[in-house]
């Protein structure tokens, strides 16, 4: 799964989710785009799932890019445990994404065949998202 190489520290904060996406809320590579339109966290699971979708759509002809990267840890404590002892050590990491951030873009040549993707990958993520086309 994604992980960072290094970090500065081991474990997080939560962090709160008030602002709307800056950075990142257009398509540069691709001509069509995964845009969120909630905030939340994405695991590093759900990002290889939808690596996956996007790698067997445009097998034959396309291109696609990952616009997130998962660097933020997530602890979790073990079942059955007490109350105290400190924070839990970290299970997986997740990336944090504000309204209007676009998650993945792709290049496929056919439009009905982006739509299906779009439907898939959105099945994957649990977030509301929505497809968007670079303007030509």
């Not at 445009?58 to 998962?70: D, H, S």
């Not at 997740?94 to 873009?105: D, Q």
């Not at 040549?109 to 977030?127: I, M, N, Q, T, Y």
């Amino acid at each position: 799964m994604l992980q960072p190489k290094r970090q500065k520290f081991r474990k997080q904060f939560r962090g709160s989710w008030k602002t709307i996406a800056i950075k990142g809320g257009t398509i540069v590579f691709g001509h069509y785009g995964v845009k969120t339109m909630e905030p939340g966290w994405i695991t590093d699971r759900q990002i290889e799932a939808c690596r996956v979708v996007m790698a067997r759509a445009t097998r034959k002809a396309g291109k696609f890019w990952i616009r997130i990267f998962p660097d933020k840890p997530f602890s979790k404590k073990p079942p059955e445990v007490t109350m105290g002892g400190g924070k839990g050590d970290i299970s997986h990491f997740v990336a944090v994404v504000s309204p209007g951030r676009v998650l993945f873009e792709y290049e496929i040549p056919d439009h009905l065949e982006a739509k299906h993707v779009h439907k898939v990958l959105s099945s994957k993520l649990g977030l509301n998202t929505k497809l968007v086309e670079k303007r030509s």
